[in-house]
């Protein structure tokens, strides 16, 4: 069983069935199993503006933040053992939220010349990777 939460302003035309089914593909295809449930918020610059100085200290909008619920350690520290996800009591494993920018996806697909249902898709396979602690260089 897989959860998929999906959040939009209604003002932001998203389709949540596509963005479900992105999810879907991926679990499938990386064979990851069992109780999965994670978030997908779709906002507007202001609060994405407001997320990316709180967390990662940068004034400014971004297109994507994921907030994964494992521990990432910094390399000065892969000595110590993970400790890998959160392990619920429930058996789900939440892996946590990604959080999109409407508007900076509208803006990446036309320079990427893709629709934006294309362009959010993208950013939720990217952030569903960083999700899976599958990061990129």
Excluded: C
Excluded at 104 to 129: T, Y
């Amino acid at each position: 069983m897989i959860n998929i939460i999906v959040d939009a302003d209604s003002r932001y035309n998203i389709n949540k069935a596509s963005i479900r089914a992105v999810v879907l593909e991926m679990l499938i295809k990386l064979r990851i199993p069992g109780r999965i449930e994670l978030g997908i918020n779709i906002v507007g610059d202001r609060k994405m503006h407001e997320l990316n100085r709180k967390y990662r200290g940068i004034d400014s909008t971004t297109n994507i933040l994921s907030f994964a619920l494992e521990d990432s350690s910094p390399a000065s520290l892969q000595h110590l053992p993970k400790i890998g996800f959160v392990a619920a009591p429930d058996k789900w494993l939440r892996l946590g939220d990604i959080v999109i920018s409407y508007p900076q996806a509208i803006e990446d697909a036309s320079m990427d010349n893709i629709s934006v249902d294309e362009e959010i898709k993208n950013l939720v396979e990217h952030g569903l990777n960083h999700l899976l602690g599958i990061h990129h260089n």
